[in-house]
């Protein structure tokens, strides 16, 4: 497993983020997976990635800001390949535009922390 975390200065944090079961919640989630899909699908860990999943959403500095928190997996079954946070971290960085943009959303520049 590995974690993402990162802040979207275009997405308001409200309260209805803090119940997985809201709408916002699940609309959400739905979008960001997809996104986080495709961009982990297009890296060095396509051939291990198996997805991603929603953990939290959290008020971030800005007022139009949702900081999200995900925990990613991957199989660990191969002996030839050894997960590099920090190689993954600047596919990241070149995948969103230099950390401003995943999709339709619009990042926070110093928010992308990837945790092996």
């Known amino acids: 497993k590995f974690t993402i975390n ?4 275009n997405l308001r944090y409200t309260s209805s ?6 709408v916002r919640f699940s609309a959400t989630t739905n979008v960001l997976t997809a996104l986080l899909d495709r ?8 051939s ?12 971030a500095q800005g007022i139009e ?6 925990v990613c997996t991957y199989k660990t079954d191969s002996d030839a390949f050894q997960f ?9 960085s070149k ?3 230099g950390i401003t943009n995943l999709g339709i959303y619009s990042l926070n520049q110093e928010s992308l922390y990837i945790n092996g």
């Open 95 to 97: 995948k969103t535009n």
């Open 39 to 46: 961009l982990f699908k297009n890296s060095s860990i396509h």
């Open 6 to 9: 990162f802040t979207i200065t």
């Open 65 to 70: 800001d949702t900081g999200v928190d995900a």
């Open 84 to 92: 590099d946070q920090v190689i993954l971290y600047y596919e990241v």
């Open 17 to 22: 983020f803090s119940n997985p079961h809201s």
């Open 48 to 59: 291990i990635y198996t997805g991603c999943k929603m953990m939290a959403f959290r008020p």
